[in-house]
């Protein structure tokens, strides 16, 4: 069990993707920003998908770096923190990215199985 986030294209192509273990808190982090605490289901995710514009996934940019910027004592603190942060902006930055080309972008937040 664990927290599989995928972020696809219009096409169905994946464009992003961060995995977080079953004790991995870190993973409320993503959700968090998405403002998709819905999908979160504890140990993993729920299995559902949503869409979301360029401008919520501007927010969650803009909102990582604020939090990252400021050394918000708030966030979890444990060996994979790093690790964690790097592939949340890059899970987001993605899908920036494909937002900004097709104008929405498909973040799946599914259960590992």
């Not at 977080?20 to 979160?40: E, P």
């Not at 964690?84 to 899970?91: E, M, P, R, S, Y």
Request: glycine share 8%.
């Amino acid at each position: 069990m664990g927290h599989d986030i995928e972020g696809y294209n219009k096409s169905g192509e994946e464009i992003a993707y961060a995995r977080f273990s079953m004790g991995n808190d870190n993973a409320t982090i993503l959700y968090d920003l998405l403002n998709a605490n819905d999908y979160d289901g504890g140990v993993s995710g729920v299995g559902d998908s949503s869409s979301f514009s360029i401008q919520q996934i501007e927010k969650a940019l803009n909102e990582f770096k604020q939090l990252y910027d400021k050394g918000d004592s708030t966030l979890p603190q444990n060996d994979f923190l790093d690790w964690d942060q790097k592939q949340i902006l890059n899970f987001i930055e993605s899908c920036f990215r494909t937002a900004q080309k097709e104008g929405v972008s498909e973040c799946c937040l599914a259960n590992a199985l």
